[in-house]
């Protein structure tokens, strides 16, 4: 299975750390925040070393991630995939599309999420072809990012009805890869859930599993700081849990 990270945001709700500092290297213990979603990943069982890869989709600051992963990270291949333009998240699952030609479904996440080994299994076991991870959000996150599911299945992705929040880990199917940058926004960029929900439109099938906390970095709510330091808390609380 080939699995996908989008590791290039330039981090501005980090306020001015963003200035040199990539998101994803954001030192939680003695450990870089992706690093702790990685040994997640290796935990769960959906990634074996001399079988797997992922690929690290950088552009901002990307010689932090790549000075710190190289070409592996404890037996399990790393590859990068370049995003010279700041151009959004279905933009770069395009370009990891572009440069792995996957033959199966390919597992993707936001780097800023952090990614527990259970959510892993579950979103890479889920029978349907695509999936996404649903879960809690605070009642001011963006109305876009919501989803409705009808029974077992997503029908909108993007502007649904709630209560729950796309979190950013997906299973996607290679059919639905090839178009997840067919459409742009007015302003340029081109986004993951819009084009994803052309195809669930066009009648592509997707599930969904649920998570039962939203744990990202990147989050404001109720305010940067405040969710820095929850955001720690819980990844240094699950990680040792994982790790007993």
Known sequence: MDLVCLAAGHGTRLGRLGSYLQKCMYPVGLRPFLEHTIRQLLLSGVAETGRDRVALVVGYLEEQVRAYFGGSYEGLEVVYVRQA???GTGHALGLAFEALAPTGPVVGWQADLFVTAPMFR?????PAP?????G???EDEPAAIRATVEGDRVTHVWNGAGPLYDVGLWKLSPAVLQRIGEVTAPGGEVRMLPNLQRSID???ECGFVLAEE???LGGTLPTPEENVRRVVRRVLELSDAGAA
Request: charged fraction near 20%; aromatic fraction near 4%; avoid cysteine.
């Open 85 to 87: 333009e700041r151009r």
């Open 122 to 126: 579950s979103v890479a076991a889920h």
């Open 130 to 134: 695509n999936a996404v991870t649903l």
């Open 136 to 138: 809690p959000g605070h």
């Open 202 to 204: 066009d009648g592509a």
């Open 214 to 216: 939203w744990v990202h």
